[in-house]
């Protein structure tokens, strides 16, 4: 999913730009299509993937112009269920390499949160819920497809024991979900810090798919995205 263009923004999107999104890059998708069912396997990296995720499952299968099967889902440090305002500063800090850049906007984005939440309504945590919509991922038709959760203990934003008790929930409505717990890296960093590790997990998860497409056939399409 692409927010934005050159320097990395903090965006938040409203739900009509990210349908139109998911239309753009299911566009791409028929684009390259051949036959009259495509398979689709969705990778997303944290909340602002999935962010995009939930909506795109729910284009792909309510299509009219094409048939899609979405034969798997990969989740990359995602969901970040702990919406509170020290995670949301760490996100928005980590976004500037300069350290004095990352601890101003990290204390004021707490600080601004925190003033907000005396006014609102509606506390934080419930804003994200809606948002990134990761209680969809409990029902249909998530629980059928096929899903990897790929995340650390050592992850400062997305909380490790938080995500692993939200897999066990959905493990108790699928069959058809795997997790990996990367030891020492941090968010969305397991492919750089451990590559060999990471490209093994997704070809072993890939291969006790139902044999559609040959493994490095998918594979090779993966590299060239």
């Known amino acids: 999913s692409t927010q934005s263009t050159g320097n990395v923004r903090f965006n938040v999107q409203d739900e009509e730009n990210v349908r139109g999104i998911c239309k753009k890059i299911i566009q791409n998708i028929t684009s390259h ?4 069912e495509t398979e689709v396997i969705i990778h997303s990296l944290s909340n602002g993937g999935l962010e995009y995720h939930v909506p795109l499952v729910t284009e792909l299968t309510n299509s009219t112009s094409h048939r899609f099967k979405v034969n798997a889902n990969v989740f990359d440090s995602t969901p970040s269920l ?12 980590a976004q500037y390499t300069n350290r004095f850049f990352a601890f101003l906007w990290y204390w004021w984005t707490v600080i601004v949160l925190v003033i907000l939440g005396f006014f609102s309504k509606e ?5 994200g819920r809606k948002r990134f919509k990761w209680d969809k991922l409990l029902e249909e038709p998530f629980v059928s497809i096929p899903t990897l959760y790929m995340y650390s203990m050592e992850d400062d934003i997305t909380n490790g024991k938080m995500l692993k008790d939200f897999i066990e929930k959905v493990k108790q409505k ?7 717990c990367f030891k020492g890296s941090g968010h969305v960093q397991h492919f750089f810090t451990k590559p060999r590790e990471y490209v093994e997990t997704i070809e072993q998860f890939l291969s006790n798919l139902p044999k559609q497409q040959p493994l490095q056939d998918v594979m090779s399409q993966i590299a060239r995205i």
């Open 82 to 93: 702990e919406s509170t305002p020290q995670t949301i500063g760490k996100v928005v800090a």
């Open 33 to 36: 299509a051949q036959g009259t």
């Open 174 to 180: 699928s069959r058809v979900t795997q997790d990996h």
């Open 123 to 127: 506390k934080i945590e419930e804003r």
